[in-house]
Each structure stands twice: as structure tokens, then as C-alpha cells.
């Protein structure tokens, strides 16, 4: 079975901040690793993926993450932050393979919010 | 491009009565997936069509649940009969990966919002 866990479920922050919001998985087999980003009244969107190569990846507005197989970890962290970046962030994980491989396993979700 | 289209947006039921959600995919898109949010909680897989075909059901909560998607274009989820527990998000994505391939994304819908009063 596979879990994800997102440590924080709300993260606020101040316009130009840096930010990192972090995400624990646990798994038997190999996974991918998502982050994906809900605006309001939107659905999910992707910001990143990790498939395989280098354990940084950079993804749209701005956003990175690393993966860390040691930790079990691909925290998300952005250098400086807009208000437009106030939403919920979700962290999921997909078996590399077997009869389950469509199946993303999702965190709880953390709620940045930016202020100015 | 269209995206992936759910309708209604909006859904209030009584207790015990029936309800039947609309997934349409992105054209070309073999892959159908349907996951929920009940309120407070994480969103969780309820189960993968390829083409017409259930490929996982595994995350289905009960009998009360029925997921079609005929002719593999479409799909709807009906619950029958809902019961409070079942209020909460239904979110419905799509991908064009091939079967074993898991590399392909998934692009969602903006969800179902159902209550159950």
C-alpha cells in the first residue's frame, strides 16, 4: 500500500517570500511523483513531475522539487511568490507499473496563501 | 483544445435518492479516471476505465457506486441510493498513455460538488 503525507495543511506566506511545502510518501514499488496545483473553482492542474533522471525538477510558474529517495521525500519550493499563487497544493504518487499503475494516491493537500 | 468536462457542477440530493454524474474526456483520450474528496479529507481513486473497459475498480466504495462509459467516449457515475457520507467532490481526469505505461498525465475535470442533505 502507499501513503502520501503532506506536513503542513496550511502555509502562510508574504509576497516574495520563498516557500517550500513538503511531501513524505511511502511505497513498496517504484513510483512517480506529482505535485498539483487547485485554483479556486478549478480543477487540478500539474505543476511537476518526477519520472526519472535527475532528482530536480523544474516545473511551470516558477515551482521545482527534488526528489529525495533516501528520505522519501519531493518537497515543492518556489524562490519568491506571487498573491497568484495562493491556492491548494497536492502531492500524489503512481505505481511505475503493475495492474494499478493508473491509480494516484494523493496527500491531504496544503493551502498556501500569499498576502501582500 | 477542450478539457476534461464534468457536469453538473452543483448537486443537492435528499438521503436515499439517486444521482448520476457526467465525465467527458479529452478527445482521443483512452484513459478515464474518476477519484472523490469527501470535505476534510485527501482526494481518493475510486477507479480507471481504458476505453469501456474497467481496468481497476479498486478504490469503488461500495454497491451503491455504478461507473458506465460506453462506447469508451464518455462516462457517468451514478449513486444509487446516496446516503450523507457520499456528499463531498467528484473529480473525473483523463490520459492518453497506453496500457503499462504509466509515464503519460492525467488532466482533470473541475469536479462535481454533491451534497447529500
Known amino acids: 500500500a502507499q501513503s502520501v503525507t503532506q506536513l503542513d495543511s496550511q502555509v502562510p506566506v508574504f509576497e516574495e517570500a520563498p516557500v517550500e511545502l513538503r511531501c513524505n510518501y511511502s511505497?513498496?514499488?517504484?513510483?512517480?511523483l506529482f505535485w498539483y496545483v487547485q485554483y479556486p473553482n478549478q480543477g487540478l492542474q500539474l505543476l511537476l513531475k518526477?519520472?526519472?533522471?535527475?532528482?530536480l525538477v523544474k516545473g511551470i510558474n516558477g515551482f521545482e522539487a527534488e526528489f529525495n529517495k533516501s528520505q522519501t521525500s519531493f518537497h515543492l519550493r518556489k524562490p519568491s511568490v506571487h498573491i497568484s499563487d495562493t491556492a491548494e497544493y497536492f502531492c500524489?504518487?503512481?505505481?511505475?507499473?503493475?495492474?494499478?499503475?493508473?491509480?494516484?494516491?494523493f496527500g491531504q493537500g496544503t493551502i498556501l496563501t500569499v498576502h501582500p | 483544445e477542450a478539457g476534461v468536462t464534468q457536469f453538473p457542477s452543483h448537486s443537492v440530493i435528499e438521503k436515499g435518492q439517486t444521482v448520476t454524474l457526467r465525465c467527458d474526456p479529452i478527445?482521443?483520450?483512452?484513459?478515464l479516471y474518476w477519484y472523490r474528496r469527501v470535505m476534510g479529507k485527501e482526494i481518493k481513486f475510486l477507479l480507471h476505465?481504458?476505453?469501456?473497459?474497467?481496468?481497476?475498480e479498486s478504490g469503488m466504495p461500495n454497491n451503491r457506486f455504478l461507473a458506465e462509459r460506453t462506447g469508451g467516449t464518455y462516462s457517468t457515475l451514478k449513486v444509487q441510493p446516496a446516503e450523507l457520507e457520499d456528499s463531498g467532490v467528484y473529480f473525473c481526469?483523463?490520459?492518453?498513455?497506453?496500457?503499462?505505461?504509466?509515464?503519460?498525465?492525467?488532466?482533470f475535470g473541475a469536479g462535481t460538488r454533491l451534497s447529500v442533505l
Open positions: 518526477y519520472l526519472s533522471g535527475s532528482t
Open positions: 511505497s513498496s514499488v517504484s513510483v512517480y
Open positions: 476505465f481504458v476505453k469501456e473497459s474497467k481496468q481497476d
Open positions: 478527445s482521443g483520450h483512452d484513459n
Open positions: 500524489a504518487v503512481r505505481n511505475a507499473g503493475g495492474t494499478s499503475y493508473g491509480k494516484l494516491t
Open positions: 481526469a483523463s490520459s492518453q498513455e497506453r496500457m503499462g505505461v504509466a509515464k503519460n498525465i492525467q488532466y
